[in-house]
Nanobody
Framework: QVQLVESGGGLVQAGGSLRLSCAAS????????MGWFRQAPGKEREFVAT????????YYADSVKGRFTISRDIAKNTVYLQMNSLKPEDTAVYYC?????????????????WGPGTRVTVSS
């Protein structure tokens, strides 16, 4: 079983930055893929970014490309999402997810484990 816990959310002004963390525990992750998703009020959960645990390959949603960076620290079993140039439309609850299978994935149904989420609010 895998446990994921996000942290780092909060309130920030437009143009500011936040770094989200996702601490993973419960098993080794040499073949896992990790992802970040978000869900804004009244909207469906959407893909943000994904990274393969071993090779560090990444893929981003067009809406965050060039502003957000996903990374991982294998020794700490932690995945990060560095968010720069934040916009009010980035306001959402951000979820960390883990996938048993290897390979980048941007569909939520391909992920097996989810964290409880951390709220990010960007004021204009």
């Amino acid at each position: 079983q895998v446990q994921l816990v996000e942290s780092g959310g909060g309130l920030v002004q437009a143009g500011g930055s936040l770094r989200l963390s996702c601490a993973a525990s419960g098993r080794t992750f040499s073949s896992n893929t990790m992802g970040w998703f978000r869900q804004a009020p009244g909207k469906e959960r959407e893909f943000v970014a994904t990274i393969t645990w071993s090779a560090g390959n990444t893929y981003y949603a067009d809406s965050v490309k060039g502003r957000f960076t996903i990374s991982r620290d294998i020794a700490k079993n932690t995945v990060y999402l560095q968010m720069n140039s934040l916009k009010p439309e980035d306001t959402a609850v951000y979820y960390c997810a883990a996938r048993n299978d290897y390979g980048l994935a941007y569909s939520a149904i391909k992920y097996d484990y989810w964290g409880p989420g951390t709220r990010v609010t960007v004021s204009s």
